[in-house]
């Protein structure tokens, strides 16, 4: 898997160079900076960061020269061979039409950073929503996260003999299928929620027969208890790869602190540096709408020290972070944290 995953990395890479050359953002042997680059493309100003990350990536892989802020190619990169993309998607487990959507994507990728359509609007054009999402998060190491997540609130305590969970922004259920399937035998009050009446609406669906099981909307960056969750009122709290979109981490974590009773259990997983392959594919979600506030820094994810300070911040003690960098699962840059109210 990991080899696989390298190989797409440097697929993207490839992909990355490709645009900025066809569309003569970045020429060979001319010297630019991220801004002028910019402009060459045409970028809409709300996806600006991602072509920044772009050119960190291209430089952390030696492909770009540096000279201040300026830089230019170290050598002429080679085409992406977009035709091994079904081969590397297979050998990650995701299904066949992820390497398909991704094809699209790349083709329409100049497009899309002009914002001529949007990274939404051809997700909605490939079917429904729900199952290109659930495609999305349907791979061997997301699959091992969420099993492992699972295997931790097993061993969460309810204080009355009912578990209460809350899982925040559920989306497509895969994390849900399996903390349902760990918490099998407990009595339990689950609460599914997203900001997304689509993913709400697919959840009622396919969870209503499952017993102590609700469904409802909620919004992240809102007040959790104007929006009927009591506070101490939850043993655990679940997010899974979902917290990197909280507009203020200081308010969302302390909202989610104030939901969970002393002791209570924070299970939640999220990237935690960024991927060459999703800088050209699903990243682009993460830009803000046209309308809304430009993002204050490029990150999108956190590393696992800064979590840590800032579970700190909010009342919480960080009990884990797994896997650990060593362990071969790490190579895909996905973390669980298991941190606890105190």
Same mark, same amino acid.
């Given at each position: 898997m990991n080899t696989a995953l390298n190989e797409l990395e440097q697929l993207s890479l490839g992909v990355m160079a490709q645009v900025l050359l066809h569309t003569q953002a970045l020429p060979l042997q001319v010297w #630019?900076? *991220?801004?002028? &680059?910019?402009?060459a493309l045409g970028t809409a100003a709300r996806h600006a960061w991602v072509v920044r990350r772009w050119l960190v990536a291209l430089g952390g892989a030696g492909l770009l020269r540096e000279a201040g802020e300026r830089v230019a190619w170290r050598t002429p990169p080679p085409d992406p061979q977009l035709g091994e993309l079904p081969r590397l998607y297979g050998a990650l487990g995701f299904p066949a039409s992820m390497a398909r959507l991704h094809t699209q994507v790349i083709e329409?990728?100049? %497009?899309? !950073? #002009? %914002?001529q359509f949007t990274l939404t609007h051809l997700l909605m054009l490939g079917g429904d929503p729900v199952k290109v999402l659930s495609a999305y998060q349907h791979n061997h190491f997301t699959t091992t996260i969420n099993q492992a997540l699972a295997d931790r609130a097993r061993q969460i305590s309810a204080t009355d003999g009912q578990l209460r969970v809350l /899982?925040?922004?559920?989306? *497509?259920?895969? +994390? +849900? $299928? *399996?903390?349902l399937a760990a918490l099998q035998a407990y009595e339990k009050d689950y609460r599914f929620t997203d900001i997304s009446s689509l993913f709400t609406g697919a959840a009622h669906r396919q969870f209503r027969l499952e017993p102590g099981m609700q469904v409802g909307l909620l919004d992240l960056n809102r007040s959790f208890s104007g929006q009927g969750i009591v506070p101490g009122s939850q043993d655990l709290v679940v997010a899974g790869n979902v917290l990197h979109n909280a507009r203020d981490l200081p308010y969302s974590l302390g909202q989610i602190r104030s939901s969970l #009773? %002393?002791?209570?259990?924070? !299970?939640? @997983? /999220? @990237? &935690?540096? %960024?991927?060459?392959?999703?800088? +050209?594919?699903?990243? !682009?979600?993460?830009?803000?709408?046209? $309308?809304?506030? !430009?993002r204050p820094h490029d990150e999108a994810f956190m590393a696992a020290d800064a979590w840590d300070l800032a579970l700190q911040a909010a009342g919480f003690e960080l009990l884990e972070v797994w896997p650990s960098a060593c362990d071969p699962l790490a190579a895909a840059g996905q973390r669980l944290f298991h941190a606890i109210g105190v």
């Open positions: #630019r900076n *991220a801004e002028q &680059i910019n402009q329409c990728l100049p %497009d899309l !950073l #002009r %914002d /899982e925040l922004g559920g989306g *497509a259920g895969g +994390t +849900t $299928d *399996a903390m #009773r %002393d002791g209570g259990a924070l !299970l939640f @997983s /999220e @990237s &935690i540096a %960024d991927n060459p392959a999703m800088l +050209t594919f699903m990243h !682009l979600l993460l830009s803000p709408a046209a $309308d809304a506030p !430009l």
